[in-house]
């Protein structure tokens, strides 16, 4: 399965609504999709994963939705400290895959 | 608290093999519920799944590196380690060991090494 990602960037406000999108070129039936927040000189961090579970601490402003080949990940009201490269991935076939990242910019 | 070390050298030679140690502290890697990987990510290049393996030994690599990477495992040092064979320009990157979720927080990677930055280079 290959995972695409847009927009590749998003240039929003504090407090905007950021919309990200994964689409995979299968239909993930299993729910193993997850996000991932990755900032320069830091190591990634999972933020959601079954489509839709927030890690704990993970702020709630922080959402996954979809099905089938389509899932978002939304950001409901922007904060600084959320300009990022965020990653979908996909686990199946024992094969992990990453999509390519939108990098969220905070104007 | 599980923490992720990543040790070896920062720079390789072409056609020479990349080598890297992910050492655990803090808890245990002869577990049931995790896998233990490596992922790379190139200069200005997003995230790319190279392999993992089971404290049994058993393990799973991307089809694009299987034929050049091995990863292996030492439960009685608590770490796991990465040989890249045959490298070039192409394998400079920073390299991350971690934690994948096998029966927790199955199909994800839930905890990162800091990560090295690995320069292949004559």
């Known amino acids: 399965i290959v995972l695409t990602q847009s927009p590749g960037t998003l240039s929003l406000s504090p407090g905007e609504r950021a919309t990200l999108s994964c689409r995979a070129s299968?239909?993930?039936?299993?729910?193993?999709l997850a996000w991932y927040q990755h900032k320069p000189g830091q190591a990634p961090r999972l933020l959601i994963y079954?489509?839709?579970s927030r890690v704990t601490g993970i702020p709630d402003r922080f959402s996954g939705s979809g099905s089938g080949t389509d899932f978002t990940l939304t950001i409901s009201r922007l904060e600084p400290e959320d300009s990022a490269v965020y990653y979908c991935?996909?686990?199946?076939?024992?094969?992990?895959?990453f999509g390519p990242g939108t990098k969220v910019e905070i104007q | 608290q599980l923490q992720l070390k990543e040790s070896g050298p920062r720079l390789v030679k072409p056609s020479e093999t990349l080598s890297l140690t992910c050492t655990a502290s803090?808890?245990?890697?002869?577990?049931?519920?995790?896998?233990w990987g490596w992922i790379r990510q190139s200069p200005g290049e997003g995230l790319e799944w190279i392999g993992n393996?089971?404290?049994?030994?058993?393990?799973d690599y991307n089809p694009s590196l299987t034929s050049r990477v091995t990863i292996s495992v030492d439960t009685s040092k608590n770490q796991f380690s990465l040989h890249l064979r045959s490298v070039s320009a192409a394998d400079t990157a920073v390299y991350y060991c971690?934690?994948?979720?096998?029966?927790?927080?199955?199909?994800?990677?839930?905890?990162w090494g800091q990560g090295t930055l690995v320069t292949v280079s004559s």
């Open positions: 971690a934690r994948h979720g096998r029966t927790l927080l199955r199909g994800t990677v839930d905890l």
């Open positions: 803090g808890d245990s890697i002869s577990t049931s519920s995790y896998f």
């Open positions: 393996i089971y404290y049994t030994g058993s393990s």
């Open positions: 299968q239909t993930i039936g299993s729910g193993f």
């Open positions: 079954g489509v839709s």
């Open positions: 991935q996909h686990f199946g076939s024992s094969q992990f895959t």
